[in-house]
């Protein structure tokens, strides 16, 4: 099909798997695994399968950020290279049957506790360790900010992202709809935090570590080469509140965990300590 030929859809749609570009095989109609592959484990209460991914990066800011605070929440952060499926082994679809990172298991009880879903794992850790969550009275407004994030960034990835950055051809109409949509959803979180510095209250919450790697990230022009594109630079409140997330230490740190891409003293493939940061990114290894 030329990309400006009209489409008429069969009246049965047949997966073609040779249809969709260089990301063709991140994703396919049936669940389940493709191949026995178990899980590596390693000392700490908490396993972690993931890639730094936007919503990968929630989780290890959020494991860094309870450490930085003092709290007992050490943990191994192993790869999961999507690409090369391994979110389809038998090990990963056992923890997450929805085979997408992240996904962690909690070893710190008597039973282990499997937990998938970036937002699900982020409020399982925040009530296990009592932090981030806020004050109580609090707690409908960042409830309702994570639930808007888990809701809306699908139209920024895998809508906006997607068709913008991905897709083998570009295409007016999806580009259109969903850039609108991304704008929409920048104008209100600027308007939200027009003289705030966090999403809710006067602290940071998972509220801002759940928006921040998706929001954060695009208008720090860091997102699909897309700050030109969407005007980013106009919602200025966002992009202070991005800066002051950013220049966390905690943040910075997380950031850098399972990531491989860019500068290679910024990737991290696997933590395992604290001192992983020291002498086991990827500048170290490969030199």
Do not use: C
């Given at each position: 099909m030329s990309e400006n030929a009209p489409y008429t859809p069969p009246k049965v749609w047949v997966w073609d798997k040779?249809?969709?570009?260089k990301w063709a095989g991140l994703n396919r109609p049936i669940a389940g695994p493709t191949?026995?592959?178990?899980?590596?484990?390693?000392?700490?209460?908490?396993?972690?399968?993931?890639l730094a991914t936007p919503n990968g990066v929630k989780v290890t800011v959020m494991f860094e950020e309870l450490l930085a605070a003092g709290h007992a929440a050490e943990y191994d952060a192993w790869l999961i290279r999507i690409l090369d499926g391994d979110q389809f082994g038998s090990g990963f679809?056992?923890?997450n049957p929805n085979s997408k990172i992240p996904a962690l298991m909690d070893y710190s009880g008597q039973t282990p506790v499997r937990v998938f879903e970036s937002g699900a794992i982020?409020?399982?850790l925040a009530e296990k360790f009592g932090a981030f969550l806020g004050r109580p009275e609090d707690r409908p407004e960042l409830l309702s900010w994570?639930?808007?994030?888990?809701?809306?960034?699908p139209y920024l990835g895998g809508g906006f992202g997607h068709f913008y950055a991905y897709a083998p051809f570009a295409q007016e109409y999806p580009i259109n709809r969903f850039a609108m949509e991304v704008k929409r959803q920048l104008d209100v979180l600027d308007r939200h935090l027009a003289g705030r510095d966090w999403m809710v209250?006067?602290?940071?919450t998972i509220a801002d570590i759940a928006i921040a790697p998706w929001y954060g990230r695009l208008v720090r022009g860091e997102a699909y080469d897309a700050g030109e594109f969407l005007s980013v630079h106009d919602y200025k409140n966002v992009v202070a509140w991005a800066e002051r997330f950013y220049a966390r230490p905690a943040v910075q740190r997380g950031a850098m965990v399972n990531r491989t891409y860019g500068p290679l003293e910024g990737q991290l493939h696997e933590r395992h300590s604290a001192d992983n940061f020291l002498n086991r990114t990827q500048d170290k290894i490969d030199g």
């Open positions: 040779e249809n969709g570009g191949h026995h592959k178990d899980l590596p484990r390693g000392d700490h209460p908490f396993q972690l399968y993931s679809t056992d923890v982020l409020m399982h994570l639930m808007w994030q888990m809701g809306s960034a209250g006067n602290e940071i």
